[in-house]
């Protein structure tokens, strides 16, 4: 497996280094700094901002007692390590935790186009949902635009549209500006991960009937 | 109001966090006398004697470093000052229990903190799930190779942050800032600040970006 080519921009990165990424955007972030040795880096970067801003804050005085408190509990038996996450092929760690029986165990749903849709049990934030998309081995999407943003994560198998070729570990990010129509990799079924605070909007002439019916 | 501009002194840049000193490698030189440096070489120390010896009194030099940091942290992050303090002790045991997970090579002592408070605070009051990368994941893809000298780099890199972030445009460093220390999403600060959601964007892209050349430059 190659590193991904198409990445994070700072902006999700330091949403995620600075701990304001809600749920579905650290999910997606998360998800995709473990294919990716260059985004890591980068975030580990934006991580040592926090580190400097920490140094150069004004301390503020803590409880007169504080150091008794903590210093009572030094000898503490730790709480149980967080159990460790067993590795799924084709699931990294952040992603396990949201599909402990794997990719094709996730609630599918067909939704039309040798495509289908499972939800991830994500706390919604200011209308970012996560889900799965799956389109079939070499099938391709009707071409849509896109309501809000959308963030797809390519887990499995690999897509073409307009704006590139998205192998496994890859990022596309869609706004209102971009229509496209994505295709699949003959390989095998294309699975992503997505994140989006909208419906998408079909610009086919048949499919724009679909419209009122499309959940983001 | 806290700006960047405090912690220039007396007319000199003294950027305030220096990592440590690898001996051997590169960059122990005349540093060694400067006070910041030194500092931060004792915050090493001591973290690691904490994870070697469960050393109390080098807990205790941490403690008087980092708890009023964290809780002023916290507290501009929105939180109340009680509340505050008890998530500050939380961190605080919970740098003594896993100083052994600090790698010197990967980040300074302050940046380590950070992230564990950081965490702590979403795990405390956010009540969701925190998706976060694993660094034990067996799946990830692997890292370039390992520089000897890394743990130097690390040093040198925060350093130069330290200045880089006061040399910024007084609105860029108030958007990281605010990045940063308030929880505020990027609409959220367009709104605050009475100014287009694209000039936060592109304030805060452009910040990170001269952030970004201060690692790159050789």
New interface residues.
């Given amino acids: 497996m190659t590193a991904p080519t198409h990445h994070l921009t700072d902006e999700w990165l330091l949403d995620y280094a600075s701990g304001a990424a809600t749920e579905p955007v650290a999910l997606m972030v998360a998800t995709h700094l473990s294919f990716c040795p260059l985004c890591r880096a980068n975030a580990a970067r934006l991580e040592q901002i926090g580190g400097t801003l920490l140094e150069t804050i004004p301390p503020v005085a803590v409880d007169r007692n504080a150091w008794d408190r903590v210093a009572a509990r030094l000898d503490e038996p730790a709480p149980d390590a967080p159990p460790v996450r067993i590795g799924i092929p084709g699931v990294p760690a952040p992603l396990a935790a949201y599909l402990p029986r794997g990719l094709d165990a996730a609630p599918w749903a067909k939704v039309g186009f040798g495509a289908a849709r499972a939800a991830l049990p994500c706390v919604e934030h200011r209308g970012f949902k996560s889900s799965l998309l799956r389109i079939g081995a070499g099938r391709g999407f009707p071409h849509h635009g896109h309501r809000g943003e959308e963030m797809l994560l390519v887990l499995q198998g690999s897509f073409d549209d307009e704006t590139g070729h998205y192998g496994v570990g890859d990022v596309a990010v869609y706004d209102e500006a971009v229509t496209h129509r994505p295709v699949a990799g003959p390989e095998r079924d294309c699975i992503c991960l997505v994140v989006t605070n909208a419906p998408i909007r079909m610009t086919g002439i048949f499919t724009r009937l679909l419209n009122p019916f499309l959940r983001s | 109001m ?1 700006q ?1 501009s ?2 220039r002194t007396g007319g000199r840049t003294a ?3 220096r990592a440590i000193p690898n001996a051997g490698a590169r960059g122990c030189d005349d540093r060694v006398s400067d006070p910041a440096f030194a500092q931060a070489a004792a915050l090493v120390v001591a973290l690691r004697a904490v994870a070697t010896s ?1 050393d ?1 009194s080098a ?2 030099q941490l ?1 008087a470093h ?8 916290l ?2 992050l929105g939180t109340a ?1 009680g509340e ?2 008890d998530i ?2 939380d961190v ?2 919970t740098i ?2 896993r100083a052994d997970s600090y790698d010197p090579a ?3 002592v ?6 564990i ?3 702590r ?2 795990d405390i009051l956010r009540r ?7 660094a034990s ?8 190779p390992v520089q000897a000298d890394q743990a130097a780099q ?1 040093q040198e ?2 350093e130069r ?2 200045t880089a ?1 006061e040399e910024l445009p007084p609105e860029q460093g108030e958007m ?2 605010m ?3 308030e ?4 609409s959220d600060i367009a709104q605050r600040l009475n100014i287009p959601l694209g000039t936060v ?1 592109s304030r ?2 452009l910040a ?2 001269r ?2 050349l201060r ?1 790159e430059e050789p």
């Fill in positions: 806290w960047f405090r912690y950027p305030r966090l469960h109390r807990f205790a403690f980092f708890a009023p940091r964290v809780k002023a942290y507290m501009r000052a505050a303090e500050m002790q605080m045991l003594w229990r990967q980040a300074g302050s940046t380590w903190v950070f992230t408070a950081r965490n605070r979403i969701e799930r925190r998706p976060t990368l694993d994941d067996p799946a990830l893809q692997p890292e370039a690390a890199w925060e942050l330290g972030l990281v800032r990045a940063y220390y929880d505020r999403s990027h964007k805060l892209r990170i970006a952030l970004r690692f």
